[in-house]
């Protein structure tokens, strides 16, 4: 079994910054592909960064040039470094990681979650 636990949500300011967590535990050979998405009150949840296990990224369009992903495989712990944050980018913040556990199944896991929200 894998944990996936996200930290670091909070409410901050328009234009302020967050750094969110997400420790992966468990049965864990290898994590491949990480990734964050968000889901926005009345709104589907919707796809915002990921990174491959050797360091590719990619970005939604709405969160490029501000959102930074990055991982740390020896912690398998991924981070989301959001700066000037927008009031649109409130929502629960998750993330999901595609894991091939210590019997070399693979399969992907989400977290919990963690609140953003963006107010003045």
């Known amino acids: 079994q894998v944990q996936l636990v996200e930290s670091g949500g909070g409410l901050v300011q328009p234009g302020g910054s967050l750094r969110l967590s997400c420790a992966a535990s468990?049965?864990?050979?290898?994590?491949?592909?990480m990734g964050w998405y968000r889901q926005a009150p009345g709104k589907q949840r919707e796809w915002v960064a990921t990174?491959?296990?050797?360091?590719?990224?990619n970005y939604a369009d709405s969160v490029k040039g501000r959102f930074t992903i990055s991982r740390d495989n020896a912690k398998n712990t991924m981070y989301l470094q959001m700066n000037s944050l927008k009031p649109e980018d409130t929502a629960v913040y998750y993330c999901?990681?595609?894991?091939?556990?210590?019997?070399?199944?693979?399969?992907?896991?989400w977290g919990q979650g963690t609140q953003v929200t963006v107010s003045s």
């Open positions: 999901n990681t595609d894991v091939l556990n210590a019997l070399r199944s693979r399969g992907a896991y």
């Open positions: 468990g049965s864990i050979f290898r994590i491949n592909a």
């Open positions: 990174i491959l296990s050797g360091g590719l990224t």
